[in-house]
């Protein structure tokens, strides 16, 4: 069995924090590019962040840069999603994936569960 698992998700106020986790079973994060995806109800799913292999080169949406900060440890075989001055448009199940680095960061065919996000007075 390999697979992502996202952690990290709950209830917050708008301006509050969260500190996503992505961490991988059954293979090694080493040789992939990692990519944050998010699915509010209602609507498709949009990516949100990617990271190189290295970690030298990380993507962003416009709707979250600046707000928000992609890393990973590989020796931990865990990528990260670090989210400040959260807003409720941030609100969503956010997901990772295997992407092909670029622009796009294109995800690979099979998703996990997600975590929840929710962002709310």
Do not use: H
Not at 5 to 11: A, D, I, P, T
Not at 26 to 43: E, N
């Amino acid at each position: 069995q390999s697979q992502l698992v996202e952690s990290g998700g709950g209830l917050v106020q708008p301006g509050g924090s969260l500190r996503l986790s992505c961490a991988a079973s059954g293979f090694s994060l080493d040789y992939y590019a990692i990519g944050w995806f998010r699915q509010a109800p209602g609507k498709e799913r949009e990516g949100v962040s990617c990271i190189s292999t290295s970690g030298g080169s990380t993507n962003y949406a416009d709707s979250v840069k600046g707000r928000f900060t992609i890393s990973r440890n590989n020796v931990k075989n865990t990528v990260y999603l670090q989210m400040n001055n959260l807003k409720p448009e941030d609100t969503a199940i956010y997901y990772c994936n295997r992407v092909s680095f670029g622009r796009l960061c294109t995800p690979g065919e099979y998703w996990g569960q997600g975590t929840q996000v929710t962002v709310s007075s």
